[in-house]
């Protein structure tokens, strides 16, 4: 009896150690951006944020090319998570234009993608020049930020 008593308690022990795992690494919001400059593209994964305490980086040539972003909500919990989802675009924390905005409500264990671009004619028809920019993505609770430096290409 006693050495099934031991035989018990450690199993239940690894299982506890599993549960943990799955916990802490599985469950819970995950957010991952796709971005697209040119032939480059550049995937932020929902670790960056806890491993490096600085903000992505993309370059795109002022006039020629568009930035195009993709952000994934990915809902891993056991029920449903409504959030409004902001983008914008920044410039010396002033904030130039709105870029996206909705609502959205994920249902457990599924997750949305949302889609905007950031036109540097656009930012020129609004009196902006080339330069560093930051898009701010805001969730719930969350904000992510990603500098965007449009530059003039070399004769």
Same mark, same amino acid.
């Given at each position: 009896?006693?050495?099934?008593?031991?035989?018990?308690?450690?199993?239940?022990?690894?299982?506890?150690?599993?549960?943990?795992?799955?916990?802490?690494?599985?469950?819970?919001?995950?957010?991952?951006?796709?971005?697209?400059?040119?032939?480059?593209?550049?995937? %932020?994964? &929902?670790?960056?944020?806890?491993?490096? /305490?600085? !903000?992505?980086? @993309?370059?795109?040539?002022?006039? *020629?090319? #568009?930035?195009?972003?993709?952000?994934?909500?990915?809902?891993?919990?056991?029920?449903?998570? %409504?959030? &409004?989802?902001?983008?914008?675009?920044? /410039?010396? !924390?002033?904030? @130039?234009?709105?870029?996206?905005? *909705?609502? #959205?409500?994920?249902?457990?264990?599924?997750?949305?993608?949302?889609?905007?671009?950031?036109?540097?004619?656009?930012?020129?028809?609004?009196?902006?020049?080339?330069?560093?920019?930051?898009?701010?993505?805001?969730?719930?609770?969350?904000?992510?930020?990603?500098?965007?430096?449009?530059?003039?290409?070399?004769?």
């Amino acid at each position: 009896m006693r050495r099934n008593l031991f035989l018990y308690l450690a199993l239940a022990c690894f299982v506890g150690l599993i549960a943990i795992f799955v916990f802490d690494g599985y469950l819970g919001i995950h957010d991952t951006i796709n971005i697209t400059a040119g032939e480059r593209e550049q995937t %932020v994964d &929902p670790d960056h944020w806890y491993r490096y /305490q600085d !903000n992505p980086e @993309v370059e795109a040539v002022w006039g *020629e090319e #568009k930035v195009f972003f993709s952000y994934k909500v990915n809902n891993r919990w056991f029920s449903s998570y %409504v959030t &409004p989802i902001q983008a914008s675009v920044w /410039q010396e !924390n002033k904030k @130039v234009v709105d870029l996206f905005a *909705e609502d #959205k409500a994920i249902e457990p264990f599924n997750q949305t993608t949302v889609e905007w671009i950031l036109d540097s004619e656009h930012l020129q028809s609004l009196g902006f020049d080339h330069g560093g920019y930051t898009i701010k993505i805001e969730r719930k609770g969350t904000e992510r930020k990603v500098i965007v430096g449009y530059y003039v290409p070399a004769p």
